[in-house]
């Protein structure tokens, strides 16, 4: 029923430029909050950022701040990530998650919803 799919993956030369994609379904999107998050195997999920339920807050993690930005289009049920200034160690499996409470500041295992992932590789 419930449905986040990521896709905007790729490999890119460092310096570079990708925007990922998270489209929602099968709850009302405009309720949740949203947040990113990548995995790298071996390491813990880091939480990139994240934005509230009207996008009007939005959090980043200081890996990524200044770097990226999230956003989110309420009218599509979707959510948004510009990564500019890609480094090597953004490379991972970026996931896009969905939870129903107010705050979006907070850690993965406290979101409801989860996509599947896409990937991300920076070559150097």
Request: with cysteine.
């Amino acid at each position: 029923e419930v449905q986040l799919v990521e896709s905007g993956g790729g490999l890119v030369q460092a310096g570079g430029s990708l925007r990922l994609a998270c489209t929602a379904s099968g709850f009302t999107f405009e309720h949740y909050v949203m947040g990113w998050f990548r995995q790298t195997p071996g390491k813990e999920r880091e939480g990139m950022s994240c934005i509230t339920r009207s996008g009007e807050n939005t959090f980043y993690a200081d890996s990524v701040k200044g770097r990226f930005t999230i956003s989110r289009d309420n009218t599509k049920a979707t959510l948004n990530l510009q990564m500019n200034s890609l480094k090597p160690e953004d490379t991972a499996i970026y996931y896009c998650a969905a939870d129903p409470w107010t705050l979006c500041r907070k850690p993965g295992r406290e979101y409801a919803y989860w996509g599947q992932g896409t990937q991300v590789t920076v070559s150097s």
